[in-house]
């Protein structure tokens, strides 16, 4: 039995069918992306299956019982999102306590896990002190704080510069390669997603279902501007042309702002 089981058979906005018989699995311990163009709907599909968004035909099983009514449902579950979403009141340690029980044990996990995303000189700093890419380190060491079965991630290092999101990248793959906990990883950047998953789940033109499910075919460590990756790149749009016009915003340089 698949950990994860995601079966939506329909989500609609009003008339509007955003997602049709999308379909997917995935064992504990997997890292898969989520990519597709802007707009197609990957957000609602995360809004699905974290139970923020209720209203749609069909299921998201976990160990094969309903996610949100499954015993463990609060700690299997971790969330980051495109935005930091930090506390400003709160210190970047604070923020990460914030979803701890409050224990001596668990406010030394939180001071771990920040000297561990290369915050341990800045876990009394507020929000507004730390710059763009120390705010994601604060909301990653968050999201792995509960020791998460499932991590839904939303484009977490969109508009970071190159650097900044490589370290980034580099934090989450050292903090997933120790939990081990399912990841679920969207972006529209197809680099990145061959950079860190083992599968990429490409997303079709609205109503939005997979059409492809790519194992990655790359050793780690890899690099995300290296040759292994341009070539992966044009040999899959070589393979599915369809993808470029259907799944994905055309390759680019880099969508990164500086
Ligand atoms: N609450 C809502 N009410 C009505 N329409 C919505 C709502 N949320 C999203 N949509 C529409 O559903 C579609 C999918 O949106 P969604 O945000 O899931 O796409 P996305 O692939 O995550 O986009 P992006 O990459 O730009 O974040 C879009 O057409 C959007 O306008």
Not at 84 to 89: A, E, H
Not at 226 to 239: D, R, S, V
């Amino acid at each position: 039995m698949p950990d994860l089981d995601v079966r939506i058979d329909e989500k609609r906005f009003g008339e509007a069918v955003i997602l049709r018989d999308l379909t997917f699995s995935a064992q504990r311990g997997e890292f898969l992306a989520l990519v597709g163009p802007s707009g197609v709907g990957k957000s609602t599909l995360l809004h699905l299956i974290a139970g923020l968004d209720t209203h749609f035909d069909g299921s998201v099983h976990w160990h094969g019982t309903p996610l949100h009514h499954h015993p463990q449902a609060p700690k299997s579950l971790g969330m980051m999102f495109q935005e930091p979403r930090l506390m400003p009141w709160l210190s970047a340690l604070d923020n990460v306590r914030l979803v701890l029980s409050g224990t001596e044990a668990e406010g030394d996990r939180a001071r771990m896990l920040l000297q561990e995303v290369g915050l341990g000189h800045a876990l009394d700093a507020w929000p507004n002190q730390l710059s763009g890419g120390m705010q994601r380190r604060v909301a990653l060491a968050r999201a792995f704080a509960v020791a998460p079965r499932l991590l839904l991630m939303d484009e977490p290092f969109v508009s970071l510069d190159m650097p900044t999101g490589n370290r980034l990248r580099e934090s989450l793959l050292e903090l997933w390669r120790r939990d081990r906990p399912l990841v679920l990883f969207v972006t529209h950047d197809l680099r990145e997603a061959l950079a860190l998953a083992d599968r990429v789940l490409f997303m079709s033109e609205p109503p939005a279902r997979i059409i492809l499910d790519y194992v990655v075919p790359l050793e780690r460590p890899r690099q995300l501007e290296g040759t292994a990756i341009a070539k992966l790149q044009e040999q899959l749009f070589a393979h599915h042309p369809d993808l470029l016009s259907g799944a994905l915003d055309a390759p680019s340089e880099s969508r990164d702002k500086p």
